[in-house]
């Protein structure tokens, strides 16, 4: 299977508009983590017109809330988490420059319409995968929300971090085409 | 009267967390392995052999096989002749909890109250059933159920005209609402008739047994087959990226219900399907 390397944030514009829906992907570079409570708190920073803590032009945000490092580890085990939940926030948090997302599951029209209208991209990991995917991220730094545990923000360097493209700029659903071409039954 | 002692428990209960986390049941590698040789989709097996690898280097390494190391829910057996000494069974449970989750490095996933949600800091309070059994044994069986799978779960008050095809027709929608955010490929499990709380415990209960064991009833088992193979004709495959296995297993759990019911229950479990169990 050919899996394409790319580099991120997502500095050149043209890779985004390299990417369809089905590819596989190695993803190399830094990306933020942010889940439920994140999410939340930063849309409400957003509506008061506060700053966020970090700047999300042309980043990639991961939903992932880890376990923590056994002494010596980088970190604990370290998978996707449903990105439905982020459902809401994500429009919002694509029109403050917000490129990428690396999730599980399905998303809203709403998203995968505002994926489209600015250019960004959803990734699916494999849910479940948490030890191997904990191997590929290099390090770990805390940026904002401490008190949020293991919803925090951080950044992490990741190396090769595997992932599938479900939804780009072109506005094809991988989830839809692939379950289909394998459905044996009336839908 | 037998008697077994509180801090024999917490200990037990600490080690059940522990490697319900790290090490995958021999079960569901198996069922892994199986469905990698059957599955049609080449990415489908590519997710089913990044699942093996990571089930290997979870329990070698002592990590968590998945960040969601979910509420710790147990069912425990208590033998009518067997007397709990040093503290309540419940404590015991929780604070077995707390010791696994802390020193185990698992996380914390549970708020103290559903709209405040303020993370209770040690993966307490879990959720135990208790049953009253014959004999003068504790015997305990312990699930890390993850939020994932539990939120796409679902519970339906059919009534009986609505009969064997409205049961099959309500499952298949649960699972295909559900595609990839429950982590496929899933476990199923299955509650037919009880009542509305029962219902939802007999799929709770069904999903300890082990992946691959057919109900001891022909006819149960032959609709668990049954709804193998229609779940699977769904073409969600590992992740929900397509392909022939959706599921791993189906496990149905019936009890007698009302003249005017037919509740069904259907509590989805991914494929981290992590029961352990011990008898003190
Ligand atoms: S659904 Fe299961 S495998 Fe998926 S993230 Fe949750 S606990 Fe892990």
Redesign the interface.
């Known amino acids: 299977?050919v899996q394409k390397k790319i580099s991120v944030p997502f500095n050149d514009e043209g890779t985004i508009k390299s990417l369809q829906a089905g590819d596989?992907v190695l993803l190399s570079g830094t990306i933020f983590t942010a889940r439920d409570?994140a999410h939340r708190r930063m849309v409400e920073q957003l509506e008061k017109g506060e700053k966020l803590p970090v700047d999300l032009t042309n980043q990639v945000i991961y939903y992932?809330?880890?376990?923590?490092?056994?002494p010596g580890?980088v970190i604990?085990?370290?998978?996707p988490?449903?990105s439905?939940r982020m459902d809401k926030y994500t429009p919002c948090l694509l029109e403050k420059g917000l490129k990428g997302m690396i999730g599980?599951?399905?998303r809203s029209q709403v998203v995968i319409d505002a994926i489209v209208k600015n250019d960004a991209v959803y990734f699916?990991a494999?849910?479940?995968?948490?030890?191997?995917l904990?191997?590929r991220i290099k390090s770990v730094e805390l940026v904002a929300y401490e008190d949020l545990?293991?919803e925090a923000i951080r950044k992490l360097e990741i190396e090769d971090f595997?992932c599938?493209v479900i939804n780009a700029p072109e506005g094809r659903d991988?989830?839809k085409?692939?379950?289909?071409?394998?459905?044996?039954?009336k839908e | 009267m037998r008697e077994v002692y509180y801090k024999d428990i917490v200990s037990k209960v600490k080690l059940l967390c522990q490697e319900a986390n790290y090490d995958l049941g021999q079960d569901v590698m198996m069922a892994f392995e199986q469905a990698a040789r059957t599955e049609s989709s080449d990415i489908g097996r590519e997710v089913l052999n990044q699942l093996i690898d990571n089930a290997a280097i979870a329990s070698e390494n002592r990590v968590p096989m998945c960040q969601d190391t979910g509420v710790s829910v147990f069912i425990v057996k208590l033998g009518q002749e067997c007397h709990i000494t040093g503290g309540s069974l419940y404590e015991a449970i929780n604070e077995g909890v707390r010791k696994g989750y802390e020193e185990g490095y698992l996380r914390y996933s549970i708020v103290d109250n559903p709209l405040t949600r303020k993370n209770t800091g040690d993966n307490t309070p879990s959720v135990i059933h208790v049953e009253i059994v014959g004999g003068d044994q504790l015997e305990i069986q312990m699930t890390a159920k993850g939020g994932g799978a539990e939120n796409m779960s679902a519970l339906k008050m059919l009534t009986p005209s609505d009969g064997v095809e409205g049961v099959k027709k309500f499952i298949l929608n649960t699972v295909k609402q559900a595609g990839p955010n429950a982590c496929p490929p899933l476990v199923v499990g299955i509650g037919i008739g009880g009542n509305f709380e029962s219902c939802a415990y007999l799929a709770k209960k069904s999903l300890f047994k082990p992946v691959g064991e057919r109900h001891s009833n022909p006819e149960i088992a032959k609709l668990e087959e049954e709804l193998i193979q229609s779940i699977n004709a769904l073409g969600i495959g590992p992740q929900g990226l397509g392909g022939s296995t959706t599921t791993l297993d189906v496990k149905i759990e019936v009890a007698p219900c009302h003249i005017a019911a037919l509740p069904v229950a259907v509590n989805l479990n991914c494929h981290a399907s992590r029961h352990k169990h011990a008898v003190l």
């Open positions: 299977m596989q409570a992932v809330g880890p376990t923590p490092a056994r580890d604990g085990s370290a998978g988490t449903t439905s599980k599951g399905y699916a494999i849910g479940g995968s948490g030890a191997l904990a191997k545990g293991t595997p599938t991988w989830y085409e692939s379950q289909a071409a394998f459905r044996k039954c």
